[in-house]
């Protein structure tokens, strides 16, 4: 009696793969166009989170100044 030869695709010899007539099927190019970019709410927040925390770092620096004569920019300002 005849061994058979095993079917199997794990191993031993690559099967060929035949491309069928439907995988062939042409398709029209397509050109892709990019959108401009405007500024969302997530550039909106860090614009504004940024002013607020260089307003805050001023202000702060204002009333050391005003107040105790220390600070960086306003120690001239010493009000007593």
């Not at 010899?13 to 997530?42: F, Q, Y």
């Amino acid at each position: 009696m005849a061994r058979s030869s095993s079917r199997s695709k794990r191993g031993g010899k690559a099967s060929k793969s035949r491309k069928s007539k439907k995988a062939e099927v042409k398709t029209d190019e397509v050109e892709v166009v990019e959108e401009s970019r405007s500024l969302g709410i997530d550039d909106g927040m860090v614009i504004v989170t940024t002013l607020i925390l260089i307003a805050a770092f001023v202000f702060t620096d204002y009333l050391l100044g005003m107040d105790y004569g220390k600070g960086w920019f306003f120690v001239d300002k010493f009000g007593g």
